[in-house]
């Protein structure tokens, strides 16, 4: 009778342990995979402005445990990337049209993709500035420019030279002849887009004759002094341009007048100044003008002045030339280069706003 119940517990306790193999509510049955759906399957794309080519991609799905975004580039080993949902990734793409394929996944493994078109396109590069300085050096900045191209203008067919984000060309040396000259610099944004600036570049040979002449200002403590682009008032003799430059002096003895050179005065092109000069006042012969030539290149900052000479005037009614040569003046470089011209009148006494006019500035040996 012992060994019976003996039995019998055991055969309880197996049956015990059977029926608790299985968790509570799992049956082993997994049909309900069959019954998922992946759908709507989409991406939302967030486009940078900056020319970067950045762009932010947000898959979205309904049933979907997991996502694939191949970029459409063949940007990596297969340019894609795997996201959970919610999840975002951003690409770099350069400019063009691409095709990109999300692919979404769900929990019994099976696969729905999805193509979306993208384009990417540069802006225009914005607020271009050009700056030239010492022998021509250009630099540029602009809003949106991957980089820029610099055209001198000096030469026909010509190829534009690189010039990068902050950075300062080399010296480039003009010819002799020929000015004014025309940069053009091509502001790139890394796409189609470009945008083009064009600055007139002012060095000698100096003449009036096209519209808005080249650039004069003037300096004097009580602001009487002007210079403008004006017609001939006498369209004869040594000179018969049909527009000159006509220059009212001050009342300081220092007041003057001045022309910036972007393409500097360069001496190896010779050391000689000559200047058509018209007087209409005879009160005003045996006065001087004076040539200055300021702000060399390498030159200290401390002592601008780099040469002055000074011719009197000779004539009234008629045009003449007036000769400088600095190439007497041993403390000049025959290579030296010079960014400012200044004229200056009858500098040893106050002015009473004397009218001289002045044409054809050039250089010569």
């Known amino acids: ?18 029926g608790c193999s299985l968790e ?52 990596g080993s297969d340019g894609a990337v795997t996201l959970s949902p ?26 729905v993709s999805q193509d979306f ?8 590069p914005e607020n271009v500035t050009v700056t030239t300085s010492g022998n021509m050096q250009v630099s540029a900045s602009a809003d949106y420019a991957e980089s820029f191209l610099v055209y001198y203008g ?4 010509e190829t534009g030279t690189p010039l990068a984000v902050g950075e300062t060309l080399p010296p480039h040396t003009y010819p002799a002849t020929g000015a004014p000259f025309t940069l053009r610099v091509v502001a790139l944004s890394g796409g189609a887009a470009t945008t083009e600036v064009a600055k007139e570049l002012f060095g000698l040979p100096i003449t009036f004759e096209r519209e808005g002449g080249a650039f004069f200002g003037t300096f004097d403590d009580w602001g009487q002094q ?24 001050g009342h300081a003895p220092w007041s003057g007048t001045y022309s910036p050179l972007n393409i500097p005065l360069n001496f190896e092109h010779g050391q000689v100044v000559k200047v058509m000069i018209y007087n209409p006042d005879s009160a005003n012969i045996g006065k001087m003008l004076n ?75």
């Open 117 to 124: 078109p993208l384009t990417v396109t540069y802006r225009a």
């Open 154 to 157: 000096d030469v026909e067919n």
């Open 226 to 249: 002007a210079f403008e682009v004006v017609d001939n008032p006498a369209s004869s003799g040594l000179n018969t341009s049909a527009k000159v430059g006509k220059y009212t002096n």
């Open 291 to 365: 040539l200055e030539l300021e702000w060399p290149v390498g030159g200290s900052e401390a002592n601008p002045y780099g040469a002055i000479l000074k011719q009197p005037i000779t004539k009234s009614g008629a045009w003449e030339e007036l000769t400088f040569d600095f190439s007497a003046m041993e403390s000049i470089p025959d290579d030296a280069l010079f960014t400012q011209l200044v004229f200056r009148f009858n500098d040893t006494a106050e002015g009473t706003e004397e009218v001289i006019y002045m044409d054809n500035i050039t250089l010569t040996n």
């Open 86 to 111: 919610g999840q975002s990734t951003t690409h770099s793409y350069a400019e063009g049209s691409y095709t990109v394929t999300v692919v979404g996944m769900n929990l019994a493994g099976e696969e």
């Open 24 to 75: 509570d509510g799992i049956d082993g049955d997994t049909s309900f995979l069959n019954s998922i759906n992946t759908e709507n399957i989409d991406a939302i794309f967030e486009i940078t402005n900056d020319n970067s080519g950045n762009v932010t991609i947000t898959p979205t799905g309904e049933g979907v445990t997991r996502y694939k975004v191949i970029y459409g580039d063949g940007s």
């Open 1 to 18: 009778m012992k060994k019976i119940k003996i039995l019998f517990g055991f055969f309880a306790l197996l049956t015990f342990a059977v």
